[in-house]
T-cell receptor, first 114, second 113 residues
């Protein structure tokens, strides 16, 4: 079965500094990987995805993620954090056990401090 | 373009009561899903639908039922609510292709006392 781990419950970073939110996965076959962001009292919003091709993918709001097959990781990154980036971030992998579903990690809360 | 709309936004039920959560999408998506979100557990799939008139069980289906009579609507029912069903419920939809992301509604916060 597919699974996703986000080893950090909370990440704190100062505004203007680079940020990384970590994700590792376990899948059979080629992974379809996604990052979503959730702001308070809102649903999840799609940020970016890796299906195939270049290991560095770029997404919304200046975020990017690096796919590393040997380390089974898909870390989310941003060169310069904003206070408005503070939110809950979910890594997810496509899973075909239930239709065309996703398996989500537990989430990482990012706090960007001014 | 409204995307995915969920009603109601909040609800408080007593144990044993029933209710229906409504989800509507205007993107002509084939797939629709119901998830529940609990602290530290990510999102867990309750039921899903791959098209009008079809539904299937997800990871945590017990105590819930669903219907998809129209392509744009996906209903989640609780026949006899239990405190363990206190959660935030999200509806989502997606296109058919494997690379298509989910589009989420803003959630329904349900408390069962």
């Amino acid at each position: 079965a597919q699974s996703v781990a986000q080893p950090e419950d909370q990440v704190n970073v100062a505004e203007g500094n680079p940020l990384t939110v970590k994700c590792t996965y376990s899948v059979s076959g080629n992974p379809y990987l996604f990052w979503y962001v959730q702001y308070p009292n809102r649903g999840l919003q799609f940020l970016l995805k890796y299906i195939t091709g270049d290991n560095l993918v770029k997404g919304s709001y200046g975020f990017e993620a690096e796919f590393n097959k040997s380390q089974t990781s898909f870390h989310l990154k941003k060169p310069s954090a904003l206070v408005s980036d503070s939110a809950l971030y979910f890594c997810a992998v496509r899973d075909w056990a239930y239709g065309q579903n996703f398996v989500f990690g537990p989430g990482t809360r990012l706090s960007v401090l001014p | 373009n409204a995307g995915v709309t969920q009603t109601p936004k909040f609800r408080v039920l007593k144990t044993g009561q029933s209710m229906t959560l409504l989800c509507a999408q205007d993107m002509n998506h084939e797939y629709m899903y119901w998830y529940r979100q609990d602290p530290g557990m990510g999102l867990r799939l309750i039921h899903y639908s791959v098209g009008e008139g079809t539904t299937a069980k997800g990871e945590v289906p017990d105590g819930y039922n669903v219907s998809r009579l129209k392509k744009q609507n996906f209903l989640l029912g609780l026949e006899s609510a239990a405190p363990s069903q206190t959660s935030v419920y999200f509806c989502a939809s997606s296109r058919l292709d494997d690379g298509s992301p989910l589009h989420f509604g803003n959630g329904t916060r349900l408390t069962v006392t």
